[in-house]
């Protein structure tokens, strides 16, 4: 790729055309003060990926150009003058094709006016898909198996859509539901797959609009079918009438809170391990759930003991796993496991 089409690529980027469709780049612009979007986003990029274009292209490209200017670092890259970014279109006929899944104004105010107290117990209710793409080294054979247990074990990240083909695969998201920093790291670390490092980026603009219209209807299928599983209480015979059992259950009231159901508390703390990173105090609410959580354990006064604050971690004896810990004063630490908890409260309810 010459010089000059590296330039109207960036350009492209950059237009009124891209970013009101590509809520992503958008997102990232309206979010610095000066309007600069990172060159690493754009060297993330499919195309610029494929064509191996290097930083320092980038830059020598963007010097010649008289729409978009370079940050005094050189690090990033800003319409001229900081021109005013366009209105970001998202409808319900569109969103999937034109933008990587911004949260539809419609949903997001729906949430909005739900009570504080309520708790989404389907994961899949009102789904924002985020799609990624991943791409194995030439040659190499990987399947989506592997890439969903890589997911997990390397970054505590379940997806309930992962593909692969014979050079690259997707797998999705919920945007709502996943903090930028993990996306982040995702891009930037990527999976390991024995002894292969895969690159992972979002896929935006063209490569987007393609998975939509190649994988669009799978997709779907997988969603669909994952959003009736949780919803019958599993799949397969029976499925229903698990549900209706369920439904019939008592409310739970735990930390002051109301929930319909058993599962819809171990999704909030299990949410709470995937959003927090490693060895950071947890803040309030959690500080507090897990004060109440520990009341259930069987040991509760020894991991209360001189409690400072909370962790998340890696379990010291399965180190693909990650469990909550009790940080003392004195700096020692105990692990406790969310569920056990839980499992006692269901006993004391008689569930």
């Not at 754009?42 to 978009?68: F, H």
């Not at 024995?194 to 209807?217: A, M, P, R």
């Not at 962790?311 to 180190?319: E, I, L, R, S």
Request: proline share 4%; glycine share 6%.
């Amino acid at each position: 790729m010459s010089i000059e089409e590296i330039k109207k690529q960036v350009e492209y980027y950059l237009s009124d055309k891209n970013l009101s469709q590509d809520e992503f780049f958008h997102k990232q612009i309206a979010q610095n003060q000066d309007g600069y979007l990172q060159l690493q986003f754009i060297l993330k990029c499919n195309k610029v990926k494929q064509l191996k274009v290097t930083q320092e292209q980038l830059v020598e490209a963007i010097k010649t150009s008289t729409e978009v200017e370079l940050s005094p670092d050189s690090t990033s890259v800003r319409r001229l003058n900081n021109k005013p970014l366009p209105e970001l279109i998202i409808t319900q006929t569109n969103k999937k094709v034109k933008t990587n899944s911004g949260e539809a104004v419609a949903a997001q105010q729906q949430q909005e006016e739900k009570p504080q107290g309520e708790v989404i117990d389907n994961p899949y209710h009102n789904f924002e898909p985020l799609i990624f793409t991943v791409k194995a080294p030439a040659g190499v054979a990987v399947n989506w198996t592997q890439i969903t247990e890589a997911l997990m074990k390397q970054h505590n990240i379940s997806s309930p859509y992962v593909r692969y083909g014979k050079t690259e695969g997707n797998f999705a998201l919920n945007k709502p539901r996943t903090p930028e920093e993990n996306i982040v790291r995702l891009t930037s670390e990527g999976i390991k797959i024995g002894e292969h490092q895969l690159e992972i980026h979002v896929t935006n603009g063209d490569d987007l609009t393609q998975f939509w219209s190649h994988h669009g209807k799978h997709y779907e299928t997988i969603i669909k079918r994952a959003k009736e599983t949780f919803e019958h209480g599993g799949a397969g015979k029976g499925g229903n009438k698990k549900y209706e059992q369920r439904k019939q259950k008592k409310d739970i009231v735990f930390h002051n809170q109301k929930y319909r159901d058993i599962s819809q508390l171990k999704n909030i703390f299990k949410t709470i391990l995937a959003r927090s990173e490693n060895n950071t105090p947890l803040k309030e609410p959690y500080h507090s759930m897990l004060v109440s959580l520990l009341q259930y354990h069987d040991k509760k006064d020894q991991k209360l003991n001189g409690l400072k604050h909370f962790t998340v971690g890696q379990h010291p004896d399965h180190a693909e796993t990650r469990c909550f810990f009790a940080v003392k004063e004195d700096g020692s630490s105990e692990d406790f496991s969310s569920l056990k908890c839980i499992k006692n409260l269901e006993t004391s309810l008689g569930l």
